[in-house]
């Protein structure tokens, strides 16, 4: 679009005002994609007052009508799965058989807290006292502000903005300046389904402190649901103090991938290279950082994982059979590099990739080999870090005592896996992982139906599951005096 792609505020599609705008590219070559509208105060002005103003009404809808809706989206959004999976592609660089995965999956926040709007109950409690009755219900909290990361650029939307109008709230989304185009498109979809204007609204910009300072800061808005790094969620907590307002945070990870001696070898050994290179190319937060292999199963299990790893695809996200596209951009790629090579000098030993892939299809992009690491040790920054990137750092271990004390010494919590066939020690080791989500025997990450969130410095609160409407509402209790 000559003039940019504009933001969607108030039901309207809008520029910037002055015009200005910023450059998404594609992280596979470099190639500006588009020119998107760059607000700044006087957009996030307008989208806070449109979400205000929009609240009362929208509010007020039953939750039935609300969850219609949603249910339009989630159909629109299924009709148009392969036109959104492109463009999450295109601006993410994620193979484009997983970015339709992510956009089927994406759209089952609509469908499922279309249901859970109907189910947001109160309860009549028991007076102490005769002549007097207690009610307590919840409401919509207000007008939300939304903050997204890259990495899933339509989930990360999907799994706030579905409970939040499903709740009765308003919402500006500010989603990561990197991949505003699904946010975009998504918003069309909200459109057509007949969200009224200033319900939804789609704020586009690359001046995050502007909106850390100007949008999450102000006083309409009543929470901030945001996902991204535990660095950037702290400043929002300290800012956030001044006004006391709501928070949810989905932060960063740092999870262990444990593979005990009696494991099923093929799952665990299948689990371990998904969970490690197959989301986004290890750019999520419950990718595995770092891989716990008992010492029984070390001289089997370390072989078959390197060898699997060597016959990973690398390649551009439309580029068929492609498994690992790349990293979102060069700082990304150069802090994967710099932990690989910090672990090298440290004393572990890089067995196969951990360098830049240059020439053809790779020239302009920014593609990284995966790497895998043996006789890492958990001091080394490449176990304390969140990797964000292809490079397994594999640690051995010889007890369940010892794995579980080396999982939980970390400040994230955000997921675990591990694969044993002892029943009793899956339940043991699951109670005993400090993790918000464990996944024991399994690499298949999360579901709609179940809260999802991190424990320590990982989070606040919980995504999906009948948590996810609830982070969205306040708590009310009457006191009626019948006397
Ligand atoms: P980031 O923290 O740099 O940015 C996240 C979002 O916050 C972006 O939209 C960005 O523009 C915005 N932002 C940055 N600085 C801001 C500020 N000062 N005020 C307001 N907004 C600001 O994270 P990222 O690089 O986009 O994403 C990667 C991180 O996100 C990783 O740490 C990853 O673990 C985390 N993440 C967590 C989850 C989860 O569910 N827990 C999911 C995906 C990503």
Redesign the pocket.
């Known amino acids: 679009m000559a003039d940019g792609e504009r933001m969607y505020i108030n039901g309207e599609w809008v520029l910037a005002d002055g015009g200005a705008t910023f450059d998404v590219t594609n992280p596979a070559d470099g190639t500006v994609v588009a020119k998107v509208a760059n607000g700044a105060g006087p957009e996030i002005q307008r989208a806070v007052t449109a979400a205000h103003a929009s609240f009362s009404a929208w509010s007020q809808m039953v939750p039935k009508d609300r969850g219609r809706i949603l249910l339009k989206i989630q159909a629109l959004m299924e009709e148009r799965r392969d036109e959104l999976a492109r463009l999450v592609t295109l601006e993410n660089g994620k193979p484009f058989e997983e970015a339709r995965k992510e956009v089927q999956f994406s759209l089952g926040y609509f469908g499922w807290f279309a249901e859970e709007a109907r189910r947001v109950s109160g309860e009549w409690i028991p007076s102490p006292q005769p002549g007097k009755r207690y009610w307590v219900f919840r409401q919509p909290i207000g007008p939300v502000a939304a903050?997204?990361?890259?990495?899933?650029p339509a989930t990360?939307v999907t799994?706030k903005i579905a409970p939040a109008l499903a709740a009765g709230c308003s919402v500006v989304l500010?989603?990561?300046?990197?991949t505003p185009l699904t946010a975009l498109a998504i918003a069309r979809i909200t459109e057509v389904a007949g969200l009224p204007p200033g319900v939804f609204n789609v704020l586009t910009t690359?001046r995050?402190?502007l909106?850390?300072?100007q949008?999450?800061t102000h006083p309409l808005i009543r929470k901030i649901g945001?996902?991204?790094?535990?660095?950037?969620?702290k400043?929002?907590m300290q800012?956030a103090a001044k006004q006391v307002t709501r928070l949810s945070?989905?932060?960063?990870?740092n999870a262990p991938f444990i593979v005990f001696d009696d494991a099923d070898f093929q799952p665990a050994l299948e689990g371990a290279v998904a969970m490690k290179f197959l989301r986004v190319g290890g750019?999520?937060?419950?990718c595995a950082n770092r891989i716990y292999v008992q010492r029984g199963i070390a001289g089997r299990f370390v072989p078959a994982f390197i060898e699997a790893v060597k016959r990973l695809k690398v390649a551009p996200g439309f580029e068929p059979g492609a498994q690992i596209g790349p990293l979102?951009n060069e700082e990304?790629r150069a802090k994967v590099h710099s932990l690989v090579e910090d672990a090298v000098k440290h004393g572990a030993k890089l067995v196969t990739g951990g360098q830049y892939l240059n020439g053809d299809s790779y020239a302009k992009g920014f593609f990284y080999a995966p790497a895998v690491l043996v006789d890492v040790t958990d001091d080394m920054a490449i176990a304390q870090e969140?990797i964000?990137g292809p490079a397994a750092p594999i640690l051995v271990f010889d007890t369940e005592e010892e794995v579980i004390r080396r999982a939980n010494a970390t400040t994230y919590g955000?997921a675990a896996y591990f694969y044993t066939r002892d029943l009793t020690r899956l339940v043991r080791v699951a109670e005993q992982l400090e993790y918000g989500l464990v996944g024991a025997n399994d690499a298949t990450g999360y579901t709609h139906e179940i809260p999802?969130?991190?424990f320590k410095e990982?989070?606040l609160g919980r995504?999906g599951g009948h948590e996810g409407i609830a982070e969205y509402t306040e708590v009310k209790s009457v006191v009626v005096n019948l006397s």
Do not use: D, H
């Not at 500010?174 to 990197?178: N, T």
């Not at 945070?249 to 990870?253: A, H, N, T």
């Open positions: 903050v997204t990361p890259w990495n899933f990360m799994r500010k989603p990561a300046s990197a690359n995050s402190r909106v850390g300072a949008l999450l945001f996902t991204g790094s535990t660095e950037v969620g400043g929002i800012a945070f989905e932060l960063g990870g750019q999520s937060c419950i979102i990304t969140e964000f955000l999802f969130g991190g990982s989070g995504e």
